[in-house]
């Protein structure tokens, strides 16, 4: 089995988070669940394949990434979301790793899906993402929403063989609802330091479309792409509504 701690956040994910945990069996002695109050079978699952489960409050996607990185037993952290399934290849590759090297952090490529179908082109078609850190120098930012890794500037980032499929979506009602989540969390966070201007929140959402759909070939991957280009731009464009509503009720 690899050093490597495997940190998962879920909440409600029985759907998805067996596949994951069963990809990941005999990989790792050690498998971190930080649940934020799911109510279906999520913890008894994770329970079964012998995962440790902290369950916690929501604090924002950043600051509960880091209570999974703070209980890990192993240094090297494999940090995934519960849809997300790393291939064989990209097993194996991480094994070959020298561990004892610190000072680089894993980018890995990403394979995203739309229910069973393969997202080729527009904004999901060529999606990559450092995930593979050494917490003794890399940590997640402490952002609600949108966070990202702190890499220190010495860290080299290498590029690994294989890839993580992520079943993120099954409809577009769900990519919808999603879509409206992110938009009320991104408006708040933008409170007080971006202002949404008419040209934002009308402008950028058709460029939003016309670059997804468009320019990134989007068209390709049929009805699948137009929706994803077009609940994206409502996304661009509900965010600056939001974040107009909050800057006049302030």
């Given at each position: ?5 495997v940190?998962?956040m879920?909440?409600n994910?029985?759907?998805?988070i067996?596949?994951?945990?069963k990809?990941?069996s005999?990989?790792t ?5 930080v ?5 279906d ?11 440790r489960v902290?369950r916690?409050h ?21 940090s995934?979301?519960a ?20 000072a680089?952090?894993?980018d890995l ?5 739309f ?7 527009g904004?999901w078609?060529v999606d ?12 997640w ?8 890794l702190l890499?220190?500037?010495?860290i ?29 969390l991104n ?6 330091t971006k202002k949404?201007s ?5 402008g950028?959402?058709?460029f939003s ?6 320019f ?10 137009f929706?994803?280009?077009?609940l ?15 800057s006049?009720?302030?």
């Amino acid at each position: 089995m690899c050093p490597v701690s495997v940190v998962i956040m879920t909440k409600n994910e029985a759907a998805i988070i067996g596949r994951t945990l069963k990809a990941i069996s005999g990989f790792t002695g050690d498998v971190v669940i930080v649940d934020n109050g799911s109510t279906d079978d999520t913890i008894s699952i994770a329970e079964s394949f012998g995962c440790r489960v902290i369950r916690t409050h929501w604090q924002g996607y950043g600051p509960t990434k880091n209570i999974g990185i703070d209980a890990a037993k192993y240094d090297w952290i494999l940090s995934l979301d519960a849809d997300e399934i790393p291939d064989a290849t990209l097993l194996e590759s991480i094994s070959n790793i020298d561990f004892t090297d610190t000072a680089k952090a894993y980018d890995l490529d990403f394979k995203t899906y739309f229910g069973a179908k393969q997202i080729r082109f527009g904004e999901w078609g060529v999606d990559h993402h450092v995930r593979l850190v050494n917490r003794k120098l890399v940590r997640w930012s402490d952002d609600e929403v949108h966070e990202k890794l702190l890499l220190p500037d010495r860290i080299k980032v290498v590029k690994l063989k294989g890839a993580v499929h992520h079943y993120t979506i099954g409809s577009a009602a769900e990519l919808k609802s999603k879509f409206i989540r992110y938009a009320e969390l991104n408006a708040q966070r933008y409170y007080g330091t971006k202002k949404a201007s008419a040209l934002k929140t009308y402008g950028s959402p058709a460029f939003s479309f016309i670059k997804n759909y468009v320019f990134k070939l989007g068209f390709l991957d049929g009805n699948e792409g137009f929706t994803i280009a077009k609940l994206s731009a409502y996304y661009t464009w509900l965010k600056y509504h939001r974040l107009q509503q909050l800057s006049r009720n302030k």
